[in-house]
């Protein structure tokens, strides 16, 4: 599997398996990069070789952990919900990082509107003749492609949020054309702008934090079907554009300080009659823990699959756990075709048939479209 994504954005890596033993005693290692799986990410020889990357000693190492609890530094990224994109996303940044000397401190969220972001500014001002007119404070977040900045408008003082996409991290044309897509679906309340160097997309800043922040802390199931109203209510609105989202997931819905919210990233959405879709025939796209069945099949997708994701969410809102685990994507994937639609706990029965709707396996028996999901979380209030 791990070599199926890396061919997406490396397409001449040439892939080869050592002990991390060998790796600490090889003097001579030429590598681009080391991948570290299978292993616990506390482990002292783990720990070792992430050291001597440091140091620049090791080529820049990222960490494949099983465990989403897990946190050690920048460049881990958890299994189950890897992705292509996540993936070359994040060895791209950090043999970027390792040649340039510029060592990442431990991130305690990735979150967009983090308050453990960095406090550093990694983005060269003096690169940035794009975005004059505004003033980088701070960075909120990354992901497998691009930053996300706070920053200040100089004529206003209001505060926003910058996606930035450095065009020297990435290998595969069709990430920047994501990027240039998220944009023009969002125009009409985003601005943006490219230079030479780099892509930045400005937006409002969303004070509120994530889904997945609250969820941490705990959901009422008032709370819940309010959400699930919202984020119905946000699908129907794209839905009727002809967009599918195809990665809808808590870290994908973010908040206002009045707990209103907005649905957000749409890279890998999709034009429902869209000819140049810029995913290929049996590639599957998205986050893992939260693709639909037919998406876990490669298979091209309707606005029903956001439906099914909103569902997986919902149990997510609800019990502050993934309805489905597993090791790695291939097994999640499995688990979305064949598993049973999970049970939720005695207090929240009364919510199963809600839920039973929108994860049934077959496109055909979900709620056919985002009116018909808000119609059924009526008869809840």
Request: hydrophobic share 35%; charged share 30%.
């Amino acid at each position: 599997m791990l070599s199926q994504y890396l061919s997406m954005g490396w397409h001449d890596a040439d892939i080869e398996e050592d002990s991390i033993t060998t790796i600490l005693d090889d003097k001579s290692l030429v590598a681009d990069a080391i991948l570290i799986g299978g292993m616990n990410p506390a482990d002292a020889t783990v720990r070792k070789v992430i050291e001597k990357s440091n140091n620049g000693e090791l080529p820049p190492t990222i960490v494949l952990s099983a465990n989403e609890e897990d946190e050690i530094h920048d460049n881990m990224l958890t299994l189950e919900d890897l992705t292509p994109v996540m993936l070359n996303g994040a060895i791209a940044e950090a043999i970027k990082r390792h040649a340039d000397g510029v060592q990442g401190s431990k991130q305690t969220s990735t979150s967009p509107d983090s308050e453990g972001g960095r406090a550093d500014n990694e983005l060269p001002i003096e690169r940035l003749e794009g975005l004059r007119g505004y003033r980088l404070i701070r960075e909120l977040g990354r992901g497998g492609m691009s930053k996300v900045y706070l920053a200040e408008d100089n004529d206003t003082g209001k505060e926003v949020a910058i996606k930035v996409l450095d065009m020297d991290t990435i290998e595969d044309d069709r990430m920047i054309e994501r990027f240039i897509r998220e944009y023009s679906m969002l125009a009409s309340i985003l601005d943006q702008t490219f230079t030479d160097e780099y892509a930045f997309i400005i937006m409002e800043r969303f004070q509120g934090g994530d889904m997945t922040r609250r969820i941490r802390k705990g959901i009422t199931p008032k709370q819940a079907l309010n959400y699930l109203k919202q984020i119905a209510t946000g699908l129907r609105d794209v839905h009727r554009e002809g967009i599918v989202h195809r990665d809808l997931k808590p870290g994908n819905i973010l908040f206002r300080l009045n707990d209103t919210l907005a649905i957000l990233d749409f890279g890998l959405a999709q034009i429902e009659d869209d000819s140049q879709d810029l995913t290929k025939h049996g590639e599957v796209y998205g986050t893992p823990s939260y693709v639909s069945p037919e998406q876990a099949r490669g298979k091209r997708v309707d606005h029903r699959s956001d439906i099914y994701s909103t569902g997986i969410i919902f149990y997510q809102m609800l019990t502050r756990k993934k309805p489905y685990r597993a090791d790695n994507p291939m097994a999640m994937f499995y688990k979305h075709v064949h598993a049973e639609v999970p049970r939720l706990p005695g207090e929240f029965t009364e919510y199963q048939p809600l839920l039973d709707k929108m994860l049934a396996k077959s496109a055909d028996d979900r709620y056919q479209n985002a009116d018909e999901l808000i119609d059924a979380v009526k008869n809840y209030e």
